[in-house]
């Protein structure tokens, strides 16, 4: 049966491609041709056509596409009180690729005191006729990528005292959105993925973070940032390894993590990349419990053009009913387009063409 609130059966992450002229518009505001308020109604006038767009294909939700973004995660982070934005020496390694250089730190004491991306959700709201779905990174980014390194120990001496203001300043951001009107916020997080990495959960040690119990960690700062949501707001979460111009970072199938993601942290919805093998098998979906939350399949990848053969996905879908019940899940691609504004290797048809191939896919198994 089709689902009346999110996660929907056919549903997506969050970015998009950016579109041409936004792309010409961000370059010429680089090079000082245009003023901000000239971008923005740029962004503004691209923004209404992709809304426009998910809503012709059939989708239940609409996203802005993060168009206003350079990055899914770095422009909200660093506009919290207390983190700043900075360029280090080198970008981030994705495999055989490298982003632009830049990071975030922790400074000060952090805060939340109003964000700019309430108002890009609420121009979002106001141009949408579907359910409006607001993405931001989830609170344990902020920590994972530098660990310790990254948060000053002259205002954090004791780690702990940290993580009891990142959960406060995340619980007034979700109580922000929610005031705004938001009904369908998602936390993205590349964390629990990189957690399933030996590689990754290695990189940590050496930052001197413990990965065997940042899981409970970061399980406790999310469930203390969503606890005070209405009863009518769904929070979901989007579980990434990594996406930048179609490549990725971490591999390895979520049972290290699987019993606390599922069955700890109290997510409304799980978006879980299932597009390789990378993912390994659907054996930790028998730890999402009985009830109403919800594992939303990343079957279709964004990392590539080439369409999906509908009856592969279909099977697959069937291989996941063998540890959770059909009405307990959706689909999705297993990431956004464009998690950075350069986006993955695809045209904007095969795009689109992915997620209109996720609607009817959705409409034929589930009704």
Known sequence: MQRTKPPYRADHVGSLLRSAPLKQARAARERGEI???????????????????????????????????????FDFLEKLDGVEGFSPEHGIQFHGVETKPKAVRVVGKIRFSGHPMLEHFKFLQAHARVQPKMTI???SVLHFRSGRTGISKQ?????EGF?????????KAVRAFADAGCRY??????????????????????????????????ARVINHAIAGRPSDMV????????????????EGGYEPVA???????????????????????????????????????GLVTSKSGTL????????????????????????????????????????????????????????????
């Open 35 to 73: 003023s901000a308020a000239g971008l923005r109604e740029i962004e503004d006038r691209e923004i209404e056509k992709i809304v426009r767009k998910q809503q012709q294909i059939g989708l239940k939700l609409a996203t802005d596409g993060e168009y206003r973004r350079s990055w899914w995660h």
């Open 137 to 139: 990174p989830s609170p």
């Open 155 to 159: 205002i954090y001496p004791d780690i």
């Open 163 to 171: 993580f009891d203001d990142l959960a406060e300043v995340y619980r």
């Open 185 to 218: 916020l998602q936390l993205d997080d590349t964390v629990w993925a990189y957690l399933c990495s030996a590689e990754q959960r290695e990189e940590a040690r050496q930052r001197g973070d413990d990965p065997q119990t940042l899981p409970a960690t970061y």
């Open 235 to 250: 929070i979901t979460t989007h579980s990434c390894r990594g996406n930048f111009r179609s490549t990725w970072i971490s």
């Open 259 to 297: 019993e606390v993601l599922l069955g700890q942290v109290n997510y409304d919805g799980y978006f879980l990349e299932y597009d390789t093998e990378r993912a390994g098998g659907f054996e930790p979906l028998r730890f999402l419990p009985k009830g109403d939350k919800i594992v939303v399949l």
């Open 308 to 367: 999906e053969h509908k009856d592969d996905v279909k099977r697959r879908i069937e291989e996941a009913t063998k540890y959770v019940d059909l009405d307990q899940l959706c689909l999705s691609p297993q990431c956004g387009f464009a998690s950075t504004e350069e986006g993955n290797i695809l045209a904007e048809d095969e795009q689109w063409a992915k997620l209109a191939m996720i609607v009817e896919i959705a409409e034929e198994v589930w009704g």
